[in-house]
C-alpha cells in the first residue's frame, strides 16, 4: 500500500523557517517523480514544487521561487521541503503528493498534509 | 500560466440525481486534464485523468469527458459520500494548474 506521510508543519513567525518532511512506503520511491502541493485555510489547491525521479530537475511556483528549496533523499525513501523567509500567505496544509507518470505531473498519492502557520 | 475556471462554485443535488460539473481551461490542455475530490479533512483523492479515465478503484458512475478548453465531470446517481469538493486540474503546460472547486452539496 502506498502511504506518504507529511511532518514538520508548525507555528513559525513571519520571515522565519520550516523543514518539512514526507515519508514514503509502499512503492519504489527514486522512481517516481514527487512534488508538494498546498492548500490555504478555507482555498483551493496550489502547486508549490516538482523534483524529478532522481533529483536533477526541480521546478517551483513562483509564489515560493528563490525562499523553499525541495530536496530528497532516495536511500531514506524521503522527501523535504526547506521554506525561508516565510510569509502569512504561505500558511496552508501542505501536502506532498506522487506524480503518476514520467512528466504527466498530475497526483496518484497524497500524504494527509501538515498544517504550517506564519503568524506573530 | 493556464487559468483553469470551474463551475459553477456550488452545486446542490438531491440523492441519487445526477450532477454535471464544469471545467475551462484559458488555452488548450488538449486531454491532459484530471479531476479530483476532496472530503473535508482529507486529502484529495484522484477521480479522472486523461479527460475520461478513470483512476484505480473509482465506480462507473464518474465519468469524464471534454478535450482542449471545455471539460466535464458527471456523477451519474448521486451517492451519500460524493458530496463533497471537486477540483479539476491541467498537467499539459507548466505550471500545473488547479480550478477553484466545485463544491456538491446535498439538495
Known amino acids: 500500500e502506498v502511504q506518504l506521510v507529511e511532518s514538520g508543519g508548525g507555528l513559525v513567525q513571519p520571515g522565519g523557517s520550516l523543514r518539512l518532511s514526507c515519508a514514503a512506503s509502499g512503492f519504489t520511491f527514486s522512481s517516481y517523480e514527487m512534488n508538494w502541493v498546498r492548500q490555504a485555510p478555507g482555498k483551493g489547491l496550489e502547486w508549490v514544487s516538482y523534483i524529478s525521479s532522481s533529483g536533477s530537475t526541480i521546478y517551483y511556483a513562483d509564489s515560493v521561487k528563490g525562499r523553499f528549496t525541495i530536496s530528497r533523499d532516495n536511500a531514506k525513501n524521503s522527501l523535504y521541503l526547506q521554506m525561508n523567509s516565510l510569509r502569512a500567505e504561505d500558511t496552508a496544509v501542505y501536502y506532498c503528493?506522487?506524480?503518476?507518470?514520467?512528466?504527466?505531473?498530475?497526483?496518484?498519492?497524497w500524504g494527509q498534509g501538515t498544517l504550517v502557520t506564519v503568524s506573530s | 500560466e493556464i487559468v483553469m475556471t470551474q463551475s459553477p462554485a456550488t452545486l446542490s443535488v438531491s440523492p441519487g440525481e445526477r450532477a454535471t460539473l464544469s471545467c475551462r481551461a484559458s488555452?488548450?490542455?488538449?486531454?491532459?486534464l484530471a479531476w479530483y475530490q476532496q472530503k473535508p479533512g482529507q486529502a484529495p483523492r484522484l477521480l479522472i485523468y486523461g479527460a475520461s479515465t478513470r483512476a484505480t478503484g473509482i465506480p462507473a458512475r464518474f465519468s469524464g469527458s471534454g478535450s482542449g478548453t471545455e471539460f466535464t465531470l458527471t456523477i451519474s446517481s448521486l451517492q451519500s459520500e460524493d458530496f463533497a469538493v471537486y477540483y479539476c486540474q491541467q498537467y499539459n503546460n507548466w505550471p500545473p494548474t488547479f480550478g477553484g472547486g466545485t463544491k456538491v452539496e446535498i439538495k
Open positions: 488555452q488548450s490542455v488538449s486531454s491532459n
Open positions: 503528493a506522487r506524480t503518476m507518470e514520467q512528466w504527466l505531473v498530475l497526483f496518484d498519492y
